[in-house]
Nanobody, 120 residues
């Protein structure tokens, strides 16, 4: 069984920084792409914030380009999201997502989410 566990969320003032972490555990053979999604209050859909391939190629939502940085530690099966210059519009529940190879089968997994609130 595979688990993704996020940490690092909280309340932060506009303009400040926060770093999220997501650690994968279980019977993992390898992890391909890892991603961060978010779901803002009152919005039904999650939006893709950032993604990183196993080799380190990255992609970002336009609104966060230049402010957020995604990175990963393959040895620790962990992905990070460094968020700088936070804005109230970044308030959301942030979810970790990954494509993980387990027992010869590639499947997509989600974490439980961590709340980020940007407010003065």
């Amino acid at each position: 069984q595979v688990q993704l566990v996020e940490s690092g969320g909280g309340l932060v003032q506009p303009g400040r920084s926060l770093t999220l972490s997501c650690a994968a555990s279980g019977s993992i053979f390898s992890i391909n792409a890892m991603r961060w999604y978010r779901q803002a209050p009152g919005r039904g859909e999650r939006e893709l914030v950032a993604a990183i391939s196993r080799g380190g190629s990255t992609d970002y939502l336009d609104f966060v380009k230049g402010r957020f940085t995604i990175s990963r530690d393959n040895a620790k099966n962990t992905v990070y999201l460094q968020m700088n210059s936070l804005k109230p519009e970044d308030t959301a529940v942030y979810y970790c997502n990954a494509d993980i190879l387990v027992a010869g089968r590639m499947s997509n997994y989600w974490g439980q989410g961590t709340q980020v609130t940007v407010s003065s």
